[in-house]
């Protein structure tokens, strides 16, 4: 439903007062309606990029768009609820499953009242029909978590989903449910994903186009089957053997 | 309104209950010996010319020189406020300092223009014990809050950047912290509603019973106290904790990591 795109983005960051570049030019555009993984080594700038789409944090210099509009214009308030974003842990808020699903719509003034079935549909979609919505978040089992943060974040209905390795605290048979989870949605809300692994596995289980970047720059971005099949640089060939850390 | 007037040579006497203190010290080599005897000499200094201070007060009766001892104070509670906090951020000593002057002010302002309607209002004799009670317990809530308040957004900082996600501002992404920050800084003045009377008599009734005040009138100005500490408390940490988001965030509502540090 939305494109994104970065143009010429860098970021700066210091750290005990040296300065270095976290995303160095960076220039890449994500088509609506795709999932675009992004992979390479780790500090290579993966998490910073999606950072920057809803704006928990800003640009050094370029610009980030949102269907062709500088979300450094875009109140942050009502960006944020167009570019959902899901974490590397569920994060979940220590409430009940239905209140964690109703934060976003009341943030909004929404009624609560007129949101249970909304609840329910969206339980039904992360694949956790027979979970109360009445439980402590903080009960269940890390995979049923991080589904319920996924139906949280699809509770204000975003047109972009921002996936920070959603599965690296997972074990690999609830890894690959999520994974599935993620086309699904896609497929039904015709989302544009940003999702972000170091697993190579996983970014091709999802992804449409894959992205490598290392050291804050863009090496390339193609289909992702054709990267898998060759990449067309150095590099990607030894991030494709596992030879970069 | 007799009392035993102490003299020096009484008080050195009292000389004796430190040398106990470091007997105690030296049977159990806690090493404290150097430390109870700078202290002793150190109170006695500092008593000794702040009760000059207060009898040079007493006796000029001048409202400015009330006003400098009350900003002198002020400023001593702001930097201590300051001081305790574990990590140090650009911006807290104007937090903490609007802080403790606002929630002290008002507080004071009641007490001695309502409650006590003290005339002339600047009598140091109500003004600086007063004063001096409530600013240092705004110092210790504010100081308490904003701890708090920093510790909890850094360890539960996941939470925070989740709501933020959500479309939550700064504000509503803290809420849950801001509630804990407040509920830490308002809980001892509450204890001490709890236990006043039972557990131990409070400095400033001891002193007015010994200096011959009945004790009903000593225990109603007591009372006073301990409600006016806890209107002040909640007062300066409330304050706090509003402007302490902008420490925190940025306009844009963006969590700022690096002024967070990496925490202890």
Redesign the interface.
């Given at each position: 439903m939305s494109k994104i795109e970065f143009s010429n983005v860098t970021k700066t960051r210091s750290i005990d007062g040296k300065t270095y570049n976290v995303l160095d030019d960076v220039s890449v555009a994500i088509e609506e309606g795709t999932i675009l993984a992004i992979g390479g080594p780790s500090g290579a700038g993966k998490s910073t990029m999606l950072r920057l789409v809803n704006r928990l944090e800003s640009v050094t210099s370029g610009s980030v768009l949102l269907d062709g509009v500088d979300v450094s214009t875009i109140d942050p308030i009502e960006l944020r609820r167009k570019v959902g974003m899901v974490f590397q842990l569920p994060s979940l808020f220590p409430l009940t499953v239905q209140e964690n699903l109703m934060y976003g719509p009341r943030l909004r003034g929404l009624e609560p009242s007129s949101l249970e079935a909304k609840v329910r549909e969206m339980l039904d979609m992360v694949d956790l029909p027979d979970i109360s919505p009445e439980r402590p978040a903080g009960e269940l089992s890390v995979g049923q978590q991080q589904r319920v943060a996924i139906a949280r974040t699809l509770m204000n209905e975003p047109e972009v989903l921002l996936m920070d390795e959603p599965t690296s605290a997972l074990d690999p048979t609830t890894s690959k449910s999520i994974l599935k989870l993620v086309c699904d949605i896609k497929s039904k809300y015709g989302i544009t994903v940003l999702f972000v692994s170091h697993s190579l596995e996983h970014s091709r289980l999802v992804g449409d186009r894959f992205l490598l970047i290392v050291d804050g720059r863009v090496i390339e971005e193609s289909d992702i089957e054709a990267f898998f099949q060759g990449p067309s640089t150095e590099l990607g060939r030894k991030f494709l053997a596992g030879e970069l850390k | 309104m007799e009392y035993i007037s102490l003299s020096y040579a009484s008080l050195g006497i009292a000389v004796l209950f430190i040398i106990s203190a470091m007997a105690v010290s030296f049977r159990y080599r806690l090493g404290l010996e150097r430390d109870l005897a700078v202290g002793a000499v150190r109170a006695f200094v500092q008593l000794t010319a702040i009760g000059y201070v207060l009898q040079f007060l007493f006796v000029s009766e001048k409202w400015y020189y009330v006003m400098i001892m009350l900003v002198i104070m002020l400023a001593a509670a702001i930097k201590n406020a300051v001081a305790r906090q574990s990590i140090q951020l650009k911006g807290m000593f104007s937090t903490l300092g609007i802080s403790i002057f606002v929630g002290s002010a008002l507080t004071t302002s009641v007490v001695i223009g309502v409650i006590l309607r003290v005339k002339p209002w600047y009598s140091p004799r109500y003004l600086i014990p007063l004063a001096g009670s409530i600013l240092g317990n705004s110092m210790t809530g504010a100081a308490l809050a904003l701890n708090r308040l920093r510790s909890d957004i850094t360890h539960r900082k996941?939470?925070v950047?989740?709501?933020?996600?959500?479309?939550?501002?700064s504000r509503?992404a803290i809420l849950?912290m801001v509630r804990d920050a407040l509920r830490a800084a308002m809980l001892p003045s509450i204890s001490s509603l709890m236990v006043v009377g039972i557990v131990h008599l409070p400095g400033m009734m001891a002193g007015q019973i010994i200096a011959g005040a009945y004790p009903v009138d000593a225990v109603r100005y007591q009372l006073m106290v301990v409600y006016m500490i806890a209107a002040a408390v909640a007062i300066t940490s409330m304050m706090v904790v509003y402007l302490a988001t902008n420490l925190f965030f940025?306009p844009?509502?963006?969590?700022k990591?690096?002024a967070l540090g990496s925490d202890s």
């Open positions: - | 996941p939470e950047e989740a709501a933020l996600a959500l479309g939550a501002t509503q849950p940025t844009d509502h963006m969590l990591t690096e």
